[in-house]
């Protein structure tokens, strides 16, 4: 009998072109030269890829940098949408500095009202997040699902941001490796967000870019490549095997996002 792979949560990058540049950002976008941004072709054969491995994900967030500056993103959802079954819902990460286009309003407005397996998350960064009002009105006329979360002032969200490394060693013996591993949120509050970029699924987008910035050897125990030679049988095996590992290469370079993690003021612009 075939092995099922069911996930909590995948996060999709379509971009990594943003409206901001924030110093700590999670997915390193100020920090690329150029910033790399998807074609719908290579990013619908992604999504393929990744549903025929994955047989059901609750949670599937496409993100960023900035999804809402990406020029196809009504087709992006529209393809993810073919997978409908083997998903419970679809997460839009965006941070409030952009109002939807025609287009994606009118995707928006058929498959999170009508379906409701659309929800839209928007981070609300203050001042630098001009259109947040704007979209809270349309989506509450419209009724689309969507969840405003504040990042600013002293409620801002989980105490603010993480600063994840300088990409120093900091760790020199796996015993220090498999403790930070055990108190970060990533892989226990988290469950894994797998990270998928550019065809290849990370447990943590911190591993990736350590990975792609060959501080560390790319170790494919440790992510996924969905244009590998694997069969899917044995990339299922692989997803399976991601979960019972006791730290990540990575972990010898990274602060961790952990409860005791200093915390920072949230989008600090460069």
């Not at 996060?11 to 941004?37: E, F, M």
């Not at 501080?215 to 049988?233: A, Q």
Request: charged share 25%.
């Amino acid at each position: 009998m075939n092995k099922r792979v069911e996930l909590y949560h995948s996060g999709l990058t379509i971009t990594q072109k943003c409206t901001l540049k924030c110093k700590l950002c999670a997915g390193y976008s100020p920090y690329y030269n150029p910033q790399p941004h998807y074609s719908i072709n290579r990013l619908s054969e992604i999504i393929k890829r990744y549903f025929s491995i994955v047989d059901h994900v609750e949670k599937f967030t496409i993100t960023g940098g900035e999804p809402f500056l990406h020029e196809d993103l009504d087709k992006i959802l529209i393809e993810t949408i073919k997978y409908r079954k083997q998903f419970g819902k679809i997460e839009i990460i965006t941070n409030g500095t952009l109002f939807p286009n025609e287009k994606l309003k009118a995707v928006l407005e058929k498959y999170a009202v009508e379906d409701g397996c659309i929800t839209l998350l928007v981070d609300h960064y203050g001042e630098l997040s001009k259109k947040i009002h704007e979209l809270g009105l349309y989506f509450i006329e419209k009724g689309i699902n969507h969840k405003i979360r504040i990042y600013y002032g002293e409620n801002a969200h989980c105490g603010g941001w993480v600063d994840f490394s300088d990409f120093s060693k900091k760790l020199f013996s796996v015993s220090q490796m498999m403790e930070k591993f055990k108190k970060c949120a990533i892989p226990s509050k988290l469950n894994y967000c797998l990270a998928i970029k550019d065809g290849e699924m990370h447990p943590c987008t911190f591993s990736h870019r350590i990975m792609e910035l060959n501080l560390i050897e790319r170790n494919k125990d440790e992510y996924i490549d969905l244009f590998d030679d694997n069969t899917i049988e044995q990339q299922k095996e692989k997803i399976m095997k991601l979960f019972d590992i006791k730290y990540l290469s990575a972990c010898a370079y990274c602060n961790g996002m952990c409860d005791d993690s200093v915390r920072f003021v949230p989008a600090e612009q460069l």
